[in-house]
């Protein structure tokens, strides 16, 4: 599997920002596609993940701001950002649990990255 991310930039506090990550290449199965973002220094942080069966999760700091969804006929996951503060501002990327296989044993495939940054 590939994932390539898109969608980060620079934006005002109290503003908006979707970042995507779409995966390519020759997978069997996604099962949990997680978001993550980490600054210099700091270790990367998990903040929201999905899973196949619909199972959503945020850490408390982007609870009822950030939206964790995808789209399956692309191989696409997105990550709605609103309300956006200072602290949001990061690198941030998506991490693939996947198979290639039935048989397969699960591996992690990280996304480049995408940086997001919030001016005051």
């Known amino acids: 599997v590939h994932l390539v991310e898109s969608g980060g930039g620079l934006v005002q506090a109290g503003g908006s920002l979707r970042l995507s990550c779409a995966a390519s290449?020759?997978?069997?199965?996604?099962?949990?596609m997680a978001w993550y973002r980490q600054t210099p220094g700091k270790q990367r942080e998990l903040i929201a993940t999905?899973?196949?069966?619909?199972?959503?999760t945020y850490v408390d700091s982007v609870q009822g701001r950030f939206t964790i969804s995808r789209d399956n006929a692309k191989d696409t996951w997105y990550l709605q950002m609103n309300r956006l503060q200072p602290e949001d501002t990061a690198t941030y990327y998506c991490?693939?649990?996947?198979?290639?296989?039935?048989?397969?044993?699960?591996?992690?495939?990280w996304g480049q990255g995408t940086q997001v940054t919030v001016s005051s």
């Open positions: 290449g020759s997978f069997f199965e996604i099962n949990v």
């Open positions: 999905i899973s196949n069966d619909g199972t959503i």
């Open positions: 991490k693939a649990n996947y198979k290639n296989s039935y048989r397969d044993f699960w591996r992690e495939y």
